[in-house]
């Protein structure tokens, strides 16, 4: 990942371990967020806990929150097939990148 200045923010798409589910995400520290959503609370009602998306499968980086926060949004109103071309697009054989980021 490139590093320019302070400021890095990242979309990414989580997916579950049959990668049924897709939950899409921003934040500005990817591999701490990726931490927290591969340890819940205990009782956590969260969708990716409960729908145990853990997998990161695509991510983008951004340098302004609010071209990071439209493009989640923008992806969030994509219909799944658009969302499965985005990812394979990026990461053809849906590879799970927990352990690169």
């Known amino acids: 990942m490139k590093t320019k200045g302070t400021h890095n923010y990242f ?5 579950n371990k049959n990668k049924t589910v897709l939950y899409t995400g921003v934040t500005n520290n990817l591999k701490q967020r990726l931490y927290y959503h591969n340890n819940p609370l205990p009782f956590s009602k969260s969708f990716t806990a409960k ?6 499968i695509y991510f983008e980086q951004f340098y302004e929150i609010d071209t990071a926060i439209k493009r989640e ?10 969302k499965e071309a985005l990812i394979s697009g990026f990461n053809a054989n849906w590879e799970f990148l927990n352990d690169t980021v």
Do not use: A, D, M, S
């Open 11 to 15: 979309v990414y798409i989580l997916t």
């Open 51 to 56: 729908y145990k998306c853990f997998y990161l």
């Open 73 to 82: 949004k923008q992806i969030k109103g994509y219909r799944r097939e658009k």
